[in-house]
C-alpha cells in the first residue's frame, strides 16, 4: 500500500480546486452509538411487547374471568328471571284464587249481611209488634177501667189498671217505654191524691132522702091532734072522770086556735093535693139527681139538689126535725157532688199513643 500524504494542504495544492461535495448521509447503524441505542430500543421494544402480552393475556384471562362471571350470572339472571317468572305466574294464579276467593267470601259476607239485617228486622218487628200488641192492650185496658170508674164513681177500677199496666211495663223491660212508665206512676200518684166520693153511698142516701119527704110536715099542716093524742097518753091515767074530761077540752081548746110565724106565705095557702104535688117535685128533683150523678152531670145533679132543698125550706115546717135532718142530708149530697168527678188519665193515654205510634 502507498501512503499517501496526510496533509490536507498538499493535498489541496496538488488537486485543482472543486466544488465542494455534499457531506455523505449519515447512517445511523454505521455509527457504534447508534447499534447500541437501537439495540437498546429493540430490547425495549420485546420488553414492551412482551409486557403487552403479558398484559394482554392477563387481561384476556381476566376478561374470560369475567366472561364466565358474566355468564354465570347471566345464567343465573336467567334461572332468577324464570324462578321470577314462575313465581309472578304462582302469584298471578294466586291472586287470581284469592281474589275469587274474596268474591266469593264478599258474596256470602253480603248474604250473611242480609240475612242478618233481615232476621235483625224481623225480630225487632216482632218486638215492636209485640209492645205496640201489648201497647194497644193497655190503652184499651185503661180506657175501659176510666169509663167504668166514671160509671161507678170509684177509682178502684181505675187504679187497678193503672197498676196492672205499671207491671206489665216492667217486666217488658224496654227502654223506650221507660217514659210510659213514667205516665202511668205519675198518673197513680195524682189518683192516689185525688178525693172522691163514693156514688153508691151518694145513690143511697140520695134513695133515702126521696123516701123520707113523704113523712116530712108541710109548713101549714097543723099538729094539734098528735100533741093532744101524746099529752093523752102522757098524762096520769088515775084522774077522776070529770078532771079527765076537763083536760081533753082543754087540750082541744088549743087545737083550735094556733099562732106560728110563716115566712113564705105561699106555703100556707096550699091545699092538701097541691101539698101532694109538693111532694112529687121534691122526689123528682131527687130522682133526677139520681140519675144525672148516674151520667155524670154532676152540675144539672147540683142545681137539682139545691132545688129540692131550696122547696123543703119553703113549703116544709122548718121547725120539724124531721126537715132540718132531711135538708143537712141534702147539704152533706151537695159538698160529695163537688168532689165525685174520677181524675182522667189524659197524660197517660196520650203517651200510650205516642208509643204505640213508634215516635
Request: a neutral charge; proline letters at 5%.
Amino acid at each position: 500500500m502507498s501512503s499517501e500524504p496526510n496533509d490536507p494542504s498538499l493535498a489541496s495544492s496538488q488537486v485543482p480546486a472543486l466544488e465542494p461535495a455534499p457531506p455523505p448521509a449519515s447512517d445511523p447503524a454505521s455509527a457504534p452509538g447508534a447499534v447500541v441505542v437501537t439495540r437498546g430500543l429493540l430490547y425495549a421494544l420485546i420488553i414492551v411487547a412482551g409486557l403487552a402480552l403479558l398484559a394482554s393475556g392477563l387481561l384476556w384471562q381476566r376478561l374470560s374471568n369475567i366472561q364466565e362471571q358474566l355468564a354465570r350470572q347471566s345464567q343465573e339472571s336467567g334461572n332468577t328471571s324464570v324462578e321470577a317468572r314462575t313465581l309472578a305466574k304462582q302469584a298471578q294464579e294466586l291472586a287470581r284464587e284469592t281474589a275469587a276467593r274474596q268474591a266469593v267470601l264478599d258474596t256470602r259476607l253480603a248474604e250473611v249481611a242480609l240475612q242478618r239485617s233481615q232476621v235483625e228486622e224481623l225480630v225487632q218487628s216482632l218486638s215492636r209488634s209485640r209492645d205496640e200488641n201489648m201497647l194497644v192492650d193497655i190503652e184499651s185496658g185503661l180506657r175501659l177501667a176510666q169509663q167504668q170508674a166514671q160509671l161507678t164513681g170509684s177509682v178502684e177500677p181505675l187504679l187497678a189498671a193503672m197498676r196492672g199496666a205499671d207491671q206489665r211495663l216492667e217486666r217488658s223491660g224496654q227502654p223506650r217505654l221507660a217514659r210510659v212508665r213514667s205516665a202511668v206512676l205519675r198518673d197513680i200518684d195524682r189518683i192516689k191524691g185525688a178525693t172522691v166520693a163514693d156514688v153508691p153511698s151518694l145513690l143511697a142516701r140520695l134513695d133515702e132522702i126521696t123516701r123520707q119527704v113523704d113523712e116530712l110536715p108541710l109548713a101549714n099542716a097543723t099538729a094539734a091532734a098528735p100533741a093532744a093524742s101524746a099529752r093523752r097518753k102522757e098524762a096520769p091515767t088515775k084522774l077522776p072522770w070529770w078532771e079527765q074530761a076537763l083536760a081533753d077540752i082543754r087540750e082541744e081548746a088549743r087545737g083550735l086556735v094556733r099562732v106560728s110565724r110563716i115566712d113564705e106565705p105561699e106555703a100556707v095557702l096550699l091545699s092538701p093535693d097541691q101539698g101532694f104535688f109538693v111532694r112529687e117535685n121534691v122526689k123528682l128533683k131527687l130522682l133526677n139527681a139520681r140519675l144525672e150523678v148516674l151520667s155524670r152531670q154532676m152540675e144539672a145533679a147540683r142545681a137539682d139538689v139545691t132545688s129540692a132543698g131550696a122547696a123543703l125550706r119553703k113549703y116544709f115546717d122548718a121547725n120539724s126535725r124531721k126537715t132540718q135532718g132531711t135538708v143537712q142530708q141534702l147539704q152533706q149530697v151537695q159538698s160529695q157532688l163537688r168532689a165525685v168527678e174520677v181524675p182522667r188519665i189524659d197524660e197517660t193515654l196520650a203517651v200510650l199513643a205516642t208509643a204505640a205510634a213508634g215516635r
